[in-house]
């Protein structure tokens, strides 16, 4: 079982950056894929970006160049790193954890944390 917990959310301009964090309990961390999701008011949740247990990683175009995904297996914690912030980026964004083949599909993760809300203003 793996509890994940986010935090560093909040309401920026456009323009501004936000670091998101993910903390996961577990002696596991280290063998799961971690990826970030947004979710918007009214649609689905999409996937922002992914980085494996063995430190690949994969973004959406609509964040590439902006945002990047780290991780610090000696503290269980994945990062969000969000640049060049757009009000389009305003969403709930949800840290998931998951084995080896979860990349981008949110079906193949199988822990999720509860969201922290960005809110970007024009």
């Known amino acids: 079982q793996v509890q994940l917990v986010e935090s560093g959310g909040g309401l920026v301009k456009a323009g501004d950056s936000l670091r998101l964090s993910c903390a996961a309990s577990g002696r596991t961390f280290s063998s799961y894929n971690m990826g970030w999701f947004r979710q918007a008011p009214g649609k689905e949740r999409e996937f922002v970006t992914t980085?494996?247990?063995?430190?690949?990683?994969y973004y959406a175009d609509s964040v590439k160049g902006r945002f990047t995904i780290s991780r610090d297996n000696a503290k269980n914690t994945v990062y969000l790193q969000m640049n060049s912030l757009k009000p389009e980026d305003t969403a709930v964004y949800y840290c998931?954890?998951?084995?080896?083949?979860?990349?981008?599909?949110?079906?193949?993760?199988?822990?999720w944390g509860q969201g922290t809300q960005v809110t970007v203003s024009s």
């Open positions: 980085i494996t247990w063995s430190g690949n990683k």
């Open positions: 998931a954890a998951g084995p080896m083949y979860a990349e981008v599909l949110p079906r193949h993760y199988d822990y």
